[in-house]
């Protein structure tokens, strides 16, 4: 292997465009092979980008890894993931349906506490046992940040593959595929607001804290309340020539960047404005147009790199070499079990039988690609360290691939007698 300081940067461009034909080959193989045995393809780029990381081409072929993946390019590959996963917030966001919460608001709000309230308790018991192992948390942290940041891995949801499911399987106007996807939003968006509190008073103190809240909060209020009716004018030009002309794509872009830099600005992540923006879009032909826009170069190309930049700093082998298996196999149950039963039990409160319910359940135990996006961010900021993020790595994947075969076997016979009659 040559010694990575004689190369010169159009070694480095090189080996960077090998790097991306690998993410792009083990993206699209991995996501056939998912599809294949019944699974979301992004189940199958999930796995890809561990393949891809020392946890499996690391294991077998340690020097091939280091080769190709080299540290130097690190940082070009971290800004493609933070490209990637930041358009792809902004794509939830577009995808965001407010009046979810007009149609089901009580049933979805019941469902949606319980799926906090539930795990954020056994977060609260799991990180008294947690934190005083080393390895898992960053030293130094607070129960209370320990907690908060655990509960809000546990409950969150991943929404986008819910809604997947939910519309590949004529779900979308029913009562469970609204009360789902609403609970879901809600579920997200509060675990989201977690997740920004810990990150503000982790590293910065009261002042930050509150220029974190304050900014957050006021940013929020801007962009859901005005940011729309401001660039009303612009969709309906989009909706009368039903194009999107080059300059109206390179505004939205740099509103996109406006936003992100905005919410890095105050002390919260990035990701926050693309998903503001999302929402605050006007709904209709340009909401399309930019959908089909960046869709393909999102998901083919930007959101792999995510994955391998994942996959890159996860250790399996770190959870076998410090005995954290059973802790990760315990955690995984407990985080499953709270998930599923607080929101089947809730959504039996309200009403559903119990097919509906369990399917509630399955559908919002899934954490899949929102799991990972606050974990990365969880380990740049130095909230948690490499065994807690390879542990939920694990459980991200494993919630991820129960999803579809437990909803298929808690509700698909009802689905069928129901459709049958």
Not at 250 to 265: C, E, N, R
Request: net charge positive.
């Amino acid at each position: 292997m040559p010694d990575m300081a004689e190369l010169h940067w159009w070694q480095l461009v090189g080996l960077f465009l090998l790097q991306l034909g690998c993410i792009l080959l083990a993206a699209q193989v991995f996501g056939r092979l998912a599809r294949y045995i019944g699974q979301p393809r992004v189940v199958g780029e999930m796995i890809a980008g561990i393949a891809l990381g020392p946890s499996l081409l690391g294991w077998y072929l340690p020097e091939l890894q280091q080769a190709i993946f080299i540290p130097e390019t690190r940082s070009w590959l971290y800004f493609g993931a933070q490209l990637g996963v930041g358009l792809y917030m902004f794509l939830v966001g577009l995808e965001f349906n407010t009046r979810l919460f007009r149609q089901q608001a009580q049933s979805a709000l019941t469902v949606s506490l319980a799926g906090m309230l539930v795990p954020f308790a056994v977060a609260a018991l799991l990180a008294l046992w947690l934190l005083p192992m080393p390895g898992l948390f960053a030293p130094g942290i607070s129960y209370a940040n320990a907690a908060l940041f655990l509960g809000a891995a546990i409950a969150i949801t991943a929404f986008p593959m819910l809604a997947r499911i939910i519309y590949e399987r004529g779900l979308a106007g029913t009562k469970l595929g609204t009360l789902a996807l609403a609970a879901g939003a809600i579920d997200d968006a509060a675990a989201w607001l977690v997740l920004a509190l810990v990150l503000a008073s982790f590293g910065g103190g009261s002042g930050l804290l509150i220029k974190a809240l304050l900014g957050g909060s006021l940013y929020a209020w801007l962009m859901l309340t005005k940011m729309r009716l401001w660039l009303q004018p612009l969709a309906d030009r989009v909706a009368l020539t039903e194009q999107l002309a080059a300059w109206q794509f390179v505004l939205i872009l740099l509103l996109f960047a406006l936003s992100a830099w905005s919410m890095d600005f105050v002390g919260l992540h990035a990701v926050f404005g693309g998903f503001l923006l999302g929402i605050a879009m006007p709904r209709g032909t340009l909401v399309s147009l930019l959908q089909r826009r960046l869709e393909k170069p999102v998901l083919l190309l930007l959101l792999p790199m995510f994955f391998t930049y994942s996959g890159l700093n996860t250790r399996l082998d770190v959870l076998g070499a410090s005995g954290l298996w059973l802790v990760t196999l315990a955690v995984l149950a407990c985080s499953i079990l709270a998930k599923f039963v607080a929101c089947w039990a809730a959504a039996r409160l309200k009403g559903a039988d119990n097919p509906t319910a369990l399917a509630i359940g399955a559908l919002m135990n899934a954490r899949g690609l929102m799991e990972l996006i606050i974990i990365n961010i969880a380990l740049s900021y130095g909230v948690i360290e490499q065994g807690l993020f390879s542990m939920l790595v694990v459980m991200a994947i494993v919630t991820t691939l129960m999803a579809a075969p437990l909803f298929q076997l808690v509700y698909g016979r009802f689905q069928q007698k129901v459709t049958a009659t």
